[in-house]
């Protein structure tokens, strides 16, 4: 069976790319542009992993993070970040992600953040 993930972005563009990305070897389950909609979307959908952009209006992807990671710790997050992002970064390790890869997204590297983590 599949791992099922949810994808995360504000960008629609950006949510394609990472889909498009994923879809070879995971069941993406389900899409949200902000974080609100991300945690909606975690708890109808239960995915075993998230993929969470840092900066989104509503809900940052931090405190998504953070929120996903108190209700299921077993879930895997990777945020996906621009690369001048690092304070960001390390907020988001402490809310609980897993892994991160920067933007513009290289599909071998977000497999491979979401292979080390799930088995």
């Known amino acids: 069976m599949r791992n099922r993930v949810l994808v995360v972005d504000d960008s629609a563009f950006q949510r394609t790319v990472i889909t498009d990305a994923l879809e070879p070897e995971f069941d993406v389950v389900a899409e949200a ?18 993929s969470m952009d840092v900066v989104m209006p509503e809900m940052t992807g931090i405190e ?9 710790p077993e879930t ?37 953040a ?3 983590h799930l088995d």
Request: aromatic letters at 4%.
């Open 76 to 112: 895997t997050v990777v945020m996906c970040t621009s690369v001048d992002q690092q304070e960001k970064m390390i907020e988001a390790v402490k809310a609980g992600a897993d892994g991160y890869v920067t933007k513009p997204v290289d599909a071998d590297a977000l497999l491979s």
């Open 33 to 50: 542009e902000n974080g609100v909609e991300a945690v909606d979307a975690f708890k109808q959908t239960a995915p075993d992993a998230v």
């Open 114 to 116: 979401f292979e080390d």
């Open 64 to 72: 998504a993070t953070a929120a996903i990671k108190e209700h299921s």
